[in-house]
Nanobody, 119 residues
Framework: QPHLVESGGGLVEAGGSLRLSCVAYESTFSGSDMGWYRQAPGSQREMVALIPPDGPINYAESVKGRFTISAHTANNTLYLQMNNLKPEDTADYYC?????????????WGRGTRVTVSS
């Protein structure tokens, strides 16, 4: 079954950096939207960064200039480089992408990786 697995979360001090990875298994990226979302406790899930199939990359205003999304399609991996982290970046981070196999194309969510930023 196609699925996405995130990694790279952890505990970091404010001002620090983390790089999140999201690997697609049993499938390849379909060329549709690929993005990172996050959900803080008690809050709704929000878009952090999105690579559309065409057009510019989108970033949430709160992360512009600090986070960078990239994709290495040859190894089916989506990345999120997070610099100058702030306590308000604390959340569970999820990747979301269109995946394809020989038989189907669909969107999938990963299970998330937790990022905690201490002040």
């Amino acid at each position: 079954q196609p699925h996405l697995v995130e990694s790279g979360g952890g505990l970091v001090e404010a001002g620090g950096s983390l790089r999140l990875s999201c690997v697609a298994y049993e499938s390849t990226f379909s060329g549709s939207d690929m993005g990172w979302y996050r959900q803080a406790p008690g809050s709704q899930r929000e878009m952090v960064a999105l690579i559309p199939p065409d057009g510019p990359i989108n970033y949430a205003e709160s992360v512009k200039g600090r986070f960078t999304i990239s994709a290495h399609t040859a190894n089916n991996t989506l990345y999120l480089q997070m610099n100058n982290l702030k306590p308000e970046d604390t959340a569970d981070y999820y990747c979301h992408a269109g995946l394809q196999t020989a038989f189907r194309r669909s969107y999938y969510w990963g299970r998330g990786t937790r990022v905690t930023v201490s002040s």
